[in-house]
């Protein structure tokens, strides 16, 4: 049976597609809003933050990553992890009772002159929707940032940073000179690896890591007890170690190469996002970040009545612009446009954190 051959499983005024916090906040004003939609996830709510390191806190702090005007409580007063923000949108969709259809990937997305058809490939097999209008909120973490060198895919050589205790009393090269990086190294440092960090540039950037972050780290290069190997990027890795190749000011390898011996691989280098479903549908992506054609005043790409939500706007982000606490104003802006007014659940919530006064809101 083909796709085109599917039963119609039903047909909704709106379909979400991605139930991160930017998708259940979409899903909340819809839902407010008296709004016939259906909702999908590929995986679990909030599934981006499920791996995660363990207790890793957020740059953000709680009423900027708070969704649909529902404070974050914790007794700390301080950053969240995204073990704590995944235990708060689970209390999201109870206390809003959010239909999310978890675990079925929306494989096809297409338009035509009455909406859209999407496929989707649960476990008990393909299903047929149709949708007036769509919104993406996919977000923009689906795939690492391949090195597509020698070794990349060997059994000690990972990409996801699980947790510092794997690396206990072993020898651990990260490669990257983020956030991420530095983090990784710092911590699991303190959980007794022996921590070398790789970069291609000759310092880190201070605009890159998080400001507390960055004189710890500089502190520890200082002291030795972890060693930073600055302009070097690695080209191959075998069994034993890595093969390094010093960089140019371009930070591009040069032919000066030499070998670093260690027991694990950290690539610390960063994720993109899946854009086939915005392929299928016709949006324009431009540029080398491939990012979407849409209006920011609505969210509305040059698909008309398909919508974006959230860190999917950015395209693929090398450096990043949307987090999700900028992304909030993504929710009303959409409901604005499918309702004609903005939802009360964002009135206060937008006001105060993005700049949007009580006279623009009750304007619209």
């Known amino acids: ?8 499983t039903s047909a909704h005024d709106v379909a979400i597609i991605g139930a991160g916090p930017i998708g259940l906040e979409v899903a909340v004003c819809l839902k407010q809003a008296g709004i016939d939609y259906i909702h999908f996830d590929a995986h679990q709510v909030g599934y981006t933050m499920t791996w995660w390191p363990r207790n890793t806190n957020f740059f953000s702090t709680t009423e900027r990553l708070a969704i649909a005007g529902v404070p974050i409580p914790n007794n700390h007063q301080q950053r969240i992890t995204g073990e704590e923000y995944l235990a708060y949108l689970r209390s999201v969709v109870e206390l809003f009772d959010l239909h999310v259809q978890t ?11 009455e909406g859209f058809t999407l496929i989707t490939q649960p476990l008990s097999g393909l299903r047929r929707y149709r949708a007036r209008r769509v919104v993406l909120a996919i977000g923009d973490m689906h795939f690492p940032h391949r090195l597509n060198i020698p070794g990349e895919d060997l059994p000690h050589v990972s990409h996801y940073f699980r947790d510092p205790h794997d690396y206990f009393r072993r020898r651990l090269l990260i490669i990257g000179g983020k956030n991420s990086a530095v983090e990784a190294a710092l911590r699991c440092w303190r959980a007794g690896a022996q921590v070398t960090l790789s970069y291609r540039r000759a310092q880190l950037d201070a605009q890159r890591v998080k400001h ?26 075998d069994a034993g170690g890595v093969w390094l190749a010093h960089t140019n000011k371009e930070g591009l390898p040069t032919a000066e190469q030499f070998y670093h011996p260690t027991d694990f691989v950290l690539l610390a280098t960063g994720f993109r996002g899946d854009q086939r479903l915005l392929e299928q549908a016709g949006v324009i992506l431009q540029g080398p970040n491939r990012v979407p054609v849409y209006d920011p005043n609505t969210m509305e790409t040059n698909v008309p009545g398909l919508y974006l939500a959230g860190t999917v706007a950015a395209g693929i982000q090398q450096r990043y612009t949307l987090f999700i606490e900028n992304c909030h104003e993504h929710a009303g802006k959409i409901a604005q446009a499918l309702t004609g007014r903005w939802p009360a659940r964002l009135g206060d919530v937008a006001a105060r954190n993005y700049q949007l006064s009580f006279e623009q809101i009750a304007a619209n």
Do not use: H, K, N
Request: glycine residues 2%; hydrophobic residues 45%; proline residues 11%.
């Open 103 to 113: 675990y079925e990937p929306v494989i096809e997305l297409m338009r035509d002159q």
């Open 1 to 8: 049976m083909t796709t085109t051959s599917l039963p119609i």
């Open 212 to 237: 507390w972050l960055l004189p710890d780290f500089a502190a520890q290069v200082e002291a030795g007890t972890i060693r930073f190997l600055p302009q070097t990027t690695p080209v191959a890795i």
